[in-house]
């Protein structure tokens, strides 16, 4: 005896209730792997149109906020935020990210507050190297490794990006980057371990893969 399979069909003229939008706008999110679900990508992947959840909650972040997801469009990012993301993408591809990389993970911040602030990505770009290749208000390295350090072991934003960017996100053990492998994730590393005395300034740091700076350890 033949099994008979049935299948329920939307009318499309029948009504959505407010939970099956904000479901569906879940269930996007959680296919493309992001907790802010553009209305792009929702236009793409959910089973509505990104208008009638417009209609329904007024708002699209009123509806992300309802659906317990990110709300897109954040317009008081500082200018660190901002910075941050473009070196998670750049880290992320191994060279300058392109704009479009800002409407996809692991970018968590869109195109818009780049413009409001810098009036364009390229801008943005530009203003980032500049922020990067600030010069540091560093202290001379010391010859004696006496522990007592001149400068803490944090490694800030603007001097991984310096390092990174420096290094063509490659590692300087053994050559590998994420515009070769996605996979790839980067450290920033201190040449002369920051536990044997070493300064965490530029010429004593250096962009190594994972795997290259678990096996490095604090090893000279």
């Not at 049935?6 to 879940?26: C, G, H, I, M, Y």
């Not at 493309?32 to 236009?43: E, P, R, S």
């Not at 209609?55 to 954040?74: D, G, M, P």
Request: with cysteine; aromatic share 8%.
């Amino acid at each position: 005896m033949n099994k008979q399979f049935f299948a329920f069909s939307r009318s499309p003229n029948s009504p959505v209730t407010d939970q099956e939008l904000l479901d569906d706008l879940k269930k996007v999110s959680d296919f493309v792997g992001t907790l802010k679900a553009t209305q792009k990508i929702y236009n793409e992947h959910g089973s509505f149109n990104a208008s009638t959840v417009l209609r329904r909650f007024q708002t699209w972040n009123k509806a992300l906020e309802l659906a317990k997801l990110e709300v897109s469009n954040i317009s008081n990012y500082s200018d660190e935020e901002l910075f941050k993301n473009i070196l998670v993408l750049w880290e992320h591809s191994g060279r300058q990210p392109r704009r479009s990389q800002l409407s996809k993970p692991p970018s968590c911040i869109s195109q818009n507050p780049y413009v409001r602030r810098f009036g364009s990505w390229l801008s943005a770009l530009e203003a980032f190297v500049e922020f990067a290749n600030e010069k540091q208000l560093l202290q001379n390295n010391s010859s004696k490794f006496d522990n007592k350090h001149k400068t803490g072991r944090d490694i800030n934003l603007r001097l991984r990006a310096k390092i990174l960017i420096r290094d063509n996100c490659i590692c300087k053990m053994c050559g590998t980057s994420p515009a070769k492998n996605s996979d790839v994730v980067l450290h920033v590393d201190h040449v002369i371990p920051y536990s044997k005395g070493g300064e965490t300034i530029e010429k004593n740091l250096q962009t190594l893969c994972m795997t290259c700076n678990i096996g490095k350890s604090n090893v000279l």
